[in-house]
């Protein structure tokens, strides 16, 4: 099976640092689903996908629907966005809870997965058929995680060229500090790649980066070593030969002015930077952007450096996925913000010109709950220079809504 990108994160409009705006497309409602965690998708008709934590619509079979799968389609001239609900969990051995990024195949059809439920309810790995027109989305279970074997996937999935899906889990593996796991294509039989143990990493929140090679990218949030500090490593596959993964730190966070507890995924450039966020970390505790490049001349073949720091004023601590467009400017989500409700918000972060340093572009600010707040998803790109998100709470109800950013 053939997988697409989850956003279409291409060449796009060099970022203006003035009249920005934020304009809601979509609030949510316990019928709806409510508070989104999860990075949303965009297919090339220009509709949206994601994933609720819970809400869902109520029934005799469901009393207690415990989160959705959601399609937003746009509208033509007065008519607003729509949703549609494609899949409400019901909570227990389906599954709850999906709190990661969906993943589109070439066919359409998505892959996510839930911190809970399943079998063990440590969560399961899930699969959404696209329909024929008027028919329904069919939900299939792939994997439910009996916790040796990881539990609680907070991240979504990643896919190599032979249709295998890659994700870690948070907690459970051998030492029950989080895994690093596959699900073969066809089968979906899992395996696990690799569990920590604490003092290299541990919690691994943020999802993988895969390359060309089939190399495996990620963060985990927290160590033993230091609870609020974390590392980047990679995971290569096996040589010929061979029939284990090799784990490869590429770097450990002090929790200091190199960052620490990233949250999100990464991204990778097309010469193989490596560009993250560290929610932690700087003088301040506001949270740095960090780049790893690949470098002979380095112990683990990555050198590190941090190329911006968030010092308060325009927004702190980056949480959710980064997103980097064709002009090699990265975008992201802040938790915090420097206003009454500390409510979050947006940032463009721009590569070095004439001899400087990496400089903050474009920031926004949510300061109303009307228009929602606490954006932990990070940033989907169009071709046009908009970005699209979620946000978890706030909105009309209170429970979330979706926002189109232009910059």
């Not at 409400?88 to 070439?106: C, E, K, N, R």
């Not at 990881?150 to 500090?177: C, E, I, K, M």
């Not at 975008?331 to 940032?347: C, I, K, P, Q, Y």
């Not at 926004?364 to 929602?372: D, E, P, Q, T």
């Amino acid at each position: 099976m053939g997988f697409v990108a989850g956003g279409c994160a291409l060449a796009l409009l060099p970022c203006a640092a003035s009249a920005q705006t934020a304009s809601t497309l979509f609030n949510f409602s316990a019928k709806a689903g409510i508070e989104p965690y999860a990075r949303l998708i965009l297919d090339n008709a220009g509709n949206l996908y994601g994933d609720t934590s819970t809400g869902g619509k109520a029934n005799a079979k469901n009393p207690y629907p415990a989160g959705t799968v959601f399609e937003l389609s746009p509208g033509s001239g007065k008519k607003g966005w729509t949703e549609t609900v494609l899949y409400t969990f019901l909570g227990s051995s389906d599954g709850s809870q999906p709190t990661g990024a969906l993943l589109a195949d070439s066919k359409g059809n998505l892959y996510g997965t839930t911190f809970l439920g399943g079998t063990d309810g440590d969560g399961t790995v899930f699969e959404l058929t696209k329909p024929k027109p008027g028919k329904k989305w069919k939900k299939t279970t792939l994997y439910s995680f009996t916790g040796s074997d990881g539990s609680q996937p907070f991240a979504g999935l990643v896919a190599d060229s032979a249709g295998d899906l890659f994700g870690v889990t948070t907690s459970g593996g051998q030492f029950n500090q989080g895994a690093v796991f596959e699900l073969q294509a066809q089968t979906f039989a899992e395996s696990v790649l690799y569990s920590f143990f604490g003092p290299e990493g541990s919690a691994p929140n943020g999802g993988l980066v895969i390359d060309s090679s089939g190399n495996l990218f990620g963060t985990a949030s927290s160590s033993s070593v230091s609870p609020y500090a974390g590392s980047v490593f990679e995971l290569s596959p096996p040589q010929a030969g061979q029939s284990f993964w090799t784990f490869n730190q590429l770097h450990a966070f002090t929790g200091g002015a190199d960052g620490g507890s990233p949250q999100g995924a990464m991204v990778e450039d097309s010469s193989g930077n490596l560009y993250g966020a560290a929610f932690g970390g700087s003088a301040l505790g506001n949270g740095t952007l960090f780049e790893l490049s690949p470098s002979a001349g380095s112990p683990t073949g990555y050198a590190y450096q941090v190329i911006f720091t968030f010092d308060g004023s325009a927004g702190s601590n980056p949480f959710g996925d980064l997103a980097l467009d064709g002009s090699g400017n990265l975008w992201g989500s802040l938790l915090n913000a420097n206003d009454v409700n500390s409510s979050g918000g947006l940032f463009v972060v721009s590569p070095p010109a004439g001899g400087g340093g990496w400089t903050q572009a474009t920031s926004y600010l949510f300061n109303s709950s009307a228009g929602g707040y606490s954006p932990y998803a990070g940033l989907t790109l169009d071709g046009k220079g908009n970005a699209y998100g979620a946000n978890f709470s706030g909105g009309s109800s209170g429970v979330g809504a979706v926002f189109k950013f232009v910059p």
